[in-house]
């Protein structure tokens, strides 16, 4: 087995069934379930040391769900991962606790830092024999006449470029992708960025849950990712990236420490004080991809959302189950004629696994961010019942029903209203048609950006 360039030696073309460019969570994922599966896999990452980031920590029920499907649990061993059952929602310092729709007690979710799962991945391809991982950047795709027939890379520590060849190519580069433009028409909006935070030997109001917490400050959250650590994400909305400064560091103090709960302030204030502060862009980026025989885009390269709701691994992996079922039923994957169908039928229809996460969690968003709304959601979910367990089933990615999240959408918007005409003042009427109208705004792009069915086009054609 291959499992580092700089340890063994690569032919100056060496041949696959499929090579992959990214060892992330989605690139990973898909060259162990191809792998395990026997198919002969390239895999090719510029760094596979331990990245330090605070993306991909929260790995909701749904997510879960489908590594077992894949036979791919074992991902989660040994990182000292905690488990989530479910979220306590915090507005303007009122609590509201929202666990995961129960099954046998068994359905949660899990925290955890990105880098070690990550390398928990890259660990058990290393022990697969017919996977190659290899250290090094790629540098092109490469053509044979009308298809992508591999790349080529410059391994790590070497002079001499080496080329890959394989019967299909997954782009799986992440946000950055450098080769995203080969394969799709990308609109890459950034919608702000996340503060990332560590607190630690401190104990969050609900053990083993994730936070939000809302209010007249930018939204937060936070969710163990071990014993000991606890991640905090604020968010700072616009396109402006904040500087980590002491100006910054103020400004963390002066507006977030009140809204903090009591028994995380003072490792807070430890955490602004030592200055371990990272930041990522929150990105949103729908599917537009276009077909390129003998390759396919997979995770970030292709679709993004808000990571508020933590839904990305569990809709990158999604993506993978879908994708690598319909590579391994084909019979013979030389057959170029039926790989581009299968890879034009996961475009075509892999909305349905992902749709309502990404729906979610820019509209969560963006409701977050208006008060009439902020205010209407919290007071629904605090209704319990399904009013809060099939959101919960929703934002988990254990229900895809996307009529289900268009109708709690609304009576959100609609629950807020009638507690505003209750007023009976003009100024609650204006407010009441103002929150609607908000709503629509919020909703009308993001079905519109998901293949939406003729019922949802019928939803579309009623609310505007």
Known sequence: MCSLISHCEVNKIAKYDVCILGAGVAGAAIAAYLGKNNLKVAIVDRFLGERDTIVGELLQPGGVRLLSEMGLSCFLDDLDAQKVYGYNVINDGKSCLVPYPDVNGKLHGFGFRNG?????????????????????????????????????????????????????????????????????????????HFLGIILEDCALPYENHGHLVMGDHPPFVMYPINRKEIRVLIDFPGTTVPR????????????????????????FISAVEKGRLKVMPNHRLPAKPFKVGGAVLLGDSLNMRHPLTGGGMTAAFSD????????????????????????????????????????????????????????????????????AGEPMALLGGISKDKSMLIKHFFAVANHGTRKKLIRAEIMSIGSSVTMLRDAVKIITPLLKSEHPDKATKFVLNTIS
């Open 320 to 387: 993978v189950k879908f994708l690598g079922d319909k590579i391994l039923s084909i019979k013979d994957i030389t057959d170029t004629v039926i790989l581009d169908g299968h890879i034009r039928a996961f475009y075509i229809d892999r909305h349905r696994g992902s749709q309502t996460i990404n729906i979610l969690a820019d509209a969560l968003y963006k409701v977050v961010l208006n008060k009439d709304l902020r205010d209407a959601f919290f007071d629904y979910i605090e209704q319990g019942g399904r009013y």
């Open 116 to 192: 070690k799962f990550v390398m928990n991945m890259r660990k058990y391809l290393r022990d697969l024999p017919n996977v190659d991982l290899i250290e090094g950047k790629v540098t092109s795709l490469n053509f044979d006449d009308s298809r992508i027939s591999g790349f080529t890379f410059l391994p790590k520590g070497g002079e001499k470029s080496q080329t890959i060849e394989a019967h299909l190519t997954v782009v799986s580069d992440g946000p950055s992708s450098k080769f995203r433009n080969k394969l799709s028409n990308p609109e890459v909006e950034i919608n702000g």
């Open 244 to 267: 980590i400064n002491e100006e910054l560091k103020n400004e963390l103090r002066e507006n977030f420490y009140d809204a903090m709960p009591s028994s995380l302030k003072d490792a």
